[in-house]
């Protein structure tokens, strides 16, 4: 479940504390160190968000900054707290999808280390949801195991995505996604479907997973519509008479 991470800012900060010195989290820095993390005291540049169990335990931590004059929701980050949660994946993917659909933006914009282990998962992730992958720094940051780290850049434009969403995507139970943890097209008995639509998994039972509106699949189908009458059609012949013309 996704609240306002400022509301939870004191648990936050004593469980992000805890990572501190495990190499696993190195990855979500940008140096050898950290510091205790000030949350946003606004929404109007930065959006902090918390994961929580059915405990109301903050499990994870989301963020972006938010630019509304470029449209864009840039340097985009995950911590989870709860490595393989499913309900973080689940929030995670549903903070992407309120940036495009409900805060209407036009680009989700972020960046990781290249042999950070999820980062495989990362690339699995955005070409699935019609991203790509824009860029490569070279030993752009030393961490806190003393070797310097390349990053990568990933991008998805809203015009992508929702192009992506009207095509018919195969899944692949055998593709993982580890900071997500899980496979967008299990149904809840865990069974895997193929050549499914996004539609037809959001069908399924994962609209409470992902709420994308009904306003944009309307839109989507009105589209469509459009698209169709504007279609030429053959001419059919005119008959008089038992004569062809």
Not at 77 to 86: E, K, L, P, T
Request: hydrophobic share 35%.
């Amino acid at each position: 479940m996704l609240d306002i991470a400022k509301k939870y800012e004191k648990e936050f900060q004593e469980k992000y504390i805890e990572t501190w010195y495990d190499l696993r989290y190195q990855y979500y820095r940008d140096s050898s160190g950290d510091r205790i993390p000030q949350l946003a005291d606004n929404c109007y540049d930065r959006r902090d968000f918390v994961s929580l169990n059915d405990a109301g335990e903050v499990i994870g931590f989301i963020s972006y900054f938010f630019n509304d004059v470029n449209s864009t929701a840039s340097q985009f980050g995950i911590i989870s707290f709860d490595i393989g949660n499913r309900e973080f994946a689940k929030d995670v993917l549903q903070v992407i999808a309120d940036i495009f659909f409900k805060f209407h933006l036009d680009r989700v914009e972020f960046w990781c280390f290249d042999d950070n282990p999820a980062t495989n998962g990362y690339r699995a992730f955005i070409k699935r949801f019609g991203g790509r992958e824009v860029g490569h720094l070279r030993r752009s940051c030393k961490l806190m195991d003393g070797n310097f780290h390349d990053s990568v850049i990933f991008e998805i434009l809203r015009e992508d995505l929702r192009m992506h969403l009207m095509t018919p995507i195969t899944f692949s139970c055998n593709v993982a996604i580890p900071e997500l943890a899980y496979q967008t097209a299990y149904r809840e008995d865990e069974s895997v479907e193929e050549n499914l639509s996004i539609e037809e998994v959001i069908d399924m039972g994962q609209s409470k997973w992902i709420n994308i509106p009904q306003e944009f699949w309307d839109n989507v189908k009105k589209q469509e519509e459009e698209r169709e009458a504007r279609r030429p059609r053959p001419k059919r012949p005119i008959v008089y008479g038992g004569t062809t013309e």
